[in-house]
């Protein structure tokens, strides 16, 4: 097991260092594991790598996972660095609804969207990108029926967000609340 791709990106401060190491969590954030693996790194690098108490690290680690990390000189490791994401509610009125959040849980208006037909509603938010991806999840609300599909558009500022009921004869009845999350 052993770092095989390190790479420093000239960005700034803080500059950004990929690395790809087949060692999984607990190796690269135990105690030691930098000095462990330094003549390694040197090797990838072609010389010395200096860090920088400013690095900020992008770590692909065994089992394909991913994570940001600074680095502990005191400890030589690794530190996970924890992302948090603050999830704001808001009620649907009109059509339309307002989260400048990367998270959000949208409660809509109560719905009696006929069989076939669908109802839209536009989401504000200074997070949406043309390219983001919004990824959408069903938490619950007081509408009983249970066959729709649920479409979203990101543009920059806002998406778009359609409910397809595709129930046979039976209108929406109640409110969805509809879990996103903007990356």
């Keep these: 097991m052993a770092i095989t791709s390190i790479l420093r990106n000239f960005v700034g401060n803080p500059n950004l260092v990929t690395i790809i190491t087949s060692d999984n969590l607990a190796a690269i954030t135990a105690s030691g594991y930098i000095a462990s693996e330094q003549v390694n790194i040197d090797l990838l ?5 200096q860090w920088a108490d400013t690095d900020l ?7 394909a996972q991913w994570g940001l990390f600074s680095r502990d000189a005191a400890t030589d490791t690794f530190v996970a660095i924890v992302l948090t994401i603050t999830k704001v509610a808001a009620v649907e009125a009109s059509n339309a609804v307002t989260i400048n959040s990367q998270a959000g849980v949208i409660t809509t208006s109560a719905l009696t969207t006929a069989a076939g037909a669908s109802y839209v509603i536009t989401l504000t938010n200074s997070s949406l990108l043309a390219a983001s991806v919004v990824t959408l999840a069903f938490q619950g609300g007081t509408n009983t029926r249970k066959n729709y599909n ?5 543009s920059a500022g806002s998406a778009v967000i359609t409910i397809y009921n595709t129930e046979p004869s039976n209108a929406l009845n109640g409110t969805m609340k509809l879990g996103f999350l903007v990356s």
Excluded: K, R
């Design 150 to 154: 649920v479409e979203v558009v990101p």
């Design 57 to 63: 690290m992008v770590i692909q680690y065994a089992t």
């Design 45 to 49: 690098n072609n010389g010395v790598f």
